[in-house]
């Protein structure tokens, strides 16, 4: 009948685009948003962040080869003026490294306030991908009523690679590892309340 053949068809279509999406992961890597969460707390807000980093076998290679990969997440909050431009209140930036140690074959992440290493790839990913209760750096007096825009995106920063690696990037998209930019309004949570948002939405 009709109708079977195109549900058939239908869902043909659906594996192969999953086929298409997991092999484009597999050769370019990405990068992307899971969810979202600025708490408000006793000294202020904290802010958690979900992700899903998939590394492309040049990343890969270049972690054995003794490269770094520093991986940013940056969430700030802009107050809307329309009388002057507009002006940012608040932020947080945070950018952790992940190496390959030949000697002892761990993988260790680190900042400018932890070290931690790991006995596979596979669970230092899983560490790096999620952010845990971050407090928001305040610029600016934060009013509770005011309707904030809100930017959140998550890079790999070649900014802080060998420049011989630069150079590579620049002529290669399997280096440009990036989530999309996601953005929405918001107003700020109260005592004990918290906002929450996917990266789906």
Request: overall charge positive; proline content about 3%; some cysteine.
């Given at each position: 009948?009709?109708?079977?053949k ?98 002892t ?69 399997a ?27």
């Amino acid at each position: 009948m009709k109708w079977r053949k195109f549900i058939r068809m239908f869902f043909i279509s659906l594996l192969s685009a999953a086929c298409l999406h997991v092999a484009s992961t597999q050769v370019y890597g990405s990068i992307q948003v899971r969810s979202f969460k600025l708490a408000a707390v006793d000294d202020g807000f904290s802010v958690s962040i979900d992700s899903t980093i998939e590394l492309n076998p040049t990343l890969v290679q270049a972690l054995e080869k003794g490269v770094v990969l520093y991986f940013v997440n940056k969430f700030t909050l802009v107050e809307p003026r329309w009388y002057w431009l507009d002006k940012e209140v608040a932020r947080i930036k945070t950018r952790t490294g992940l190496r390959y140690h030949a000697l002892t074959r761990r993988y260790i992440l680190s900042d400018n306030t932890f070290s931690r290493n790991y006995s596979t790839l596979k669970d230092a990913l899983v560490a790096l991908q999620q952010l845990r209760d971050h407090p928001l750096t305040i610029y600016h007096e934060l009013k509770p009523n005011v309707q904030y825009h809100a930017t959140l995106r998550l890079w790999l920063d070649l900014t802080r690679m060998p420049k011989p690696f630069q150079v590579e990037a620049l002529g290669s998209s399997a280096w440009n590892l990036s989530s999309d930019r996601l953005e929405w309004q918001m107003t700020l949570p109260t005592s004990g309340q918290s906002f929450h948002i996917s990266g789906e939405e």
